[in-house]
């Protein structure tokens, strides 16, 4: 049983590019998660996602970032025009539902991504 | 603020020592998880606790929440160099959330 799956595992980028980084949920899962995590600090929530819809964003920059989940392939967390304060770990993690304490998240290996 | 707090940060131990890292909030929590991090390896799930004075065991770690769900320790017996990495602690603040809040970590050395 395959976990969450993410790609690419590395991404290197230069001021003023656009990153996508593709996230697979564990088969069976339809909730996606994305966090970031920045040197020296811990994880912190960015979105959650079921299919086709985002259901809570708050933890997303405003301006720069989006994410998707379609109906068919993986979720995919965008960053425009990327600057280097955007150098991170990203982890996406999936669950079969949300809000119950026995759906625990589980997580992807993280891109990291780095900004030139 | 951090609403999660670690200790220690870091922790060298000679293999074969017993160790214990701990998980605060100044709030009820909800759920409990812990996970360990390895450096490409992204979080591995290792326990969830959610009643107070829970206490589950997997291999040589044994995890523990307070009657007042509110601390939260990671025993670890007879230390292993497969035991390095990072142990994040992470919660549910509310019930039915899904923003699951982090502490910063505690980087584990065991030094065979």
């Known amino acids: 049983n395959a976990g969450v799956m993410q790609n690419p595992r590395h991404l290197v980028r230069r001021r003023g590019q656009e990153a996508r980084l593709r996230c697979s949920p564990m088969?069976?899962?339809?909730?996606v998660y994305w966090y970031r995590q920045l040197p020296e600090e811990g994880l912190k929530f960015m979105v959650y996602l079921q299919k086709e819809n985002i259901i809570d964003e708050s933890g997303m920059p405003k301006e720069r970032f989006s994410a998707e989940f379609p109906k068919e392939g993986p979720s995919i967390l965008r960053i425009q025009q990327v600057v280097r304060g955007d150098s991170a770990a990203y982890f996406c993690?999936?669950?079969?539902?949300?809000?119950?304490?026995?759906?625990?998240?589980?997580f992807g290996p993280g891109t990291r991504l780095t900004v030139l | 603020s951090q609403e999660l707090e670690q200790s220690p940060q870091s922790l060298i131990v000679q293999e074969g020592k017993n160790l214990t890292i701990n998980c605060t909030s100044s709030k009820t929590l909800y759920g409990l998880y812990w996970y360990k991090q390895k450096y490409g390896e992204g979080l591995i799930f290792l326990m969830m606790l959610q009643k107070g004075g829970e206490e589950k065991s997997h291999e040589k770690i044994t995890a523990k929440l307070d009657e007042k769900k509110q601390q939260s320790s990671l025993h670890i017996t007879a230390s292993q160099p497969s035991h390095a990495g990072i142990y994040l602690c992470?919660?549910?603040?509310?019930?039915?959330?899904?923003?699951?809040?982090f502490g910063t970590g505690t980087r584990l050395k065991v030094l065979a």
């Open positions: 992470g919660a549910d603040m509310n019930a039915g959330t899904y923003k699951y809040i």
């Open positions: 993690a999936s669950s079969p539902r949300a809000g119950d304490l026995a759906d625990t998240q589980y």
């Open positions: 088969k069976g899962h339809s909730h």
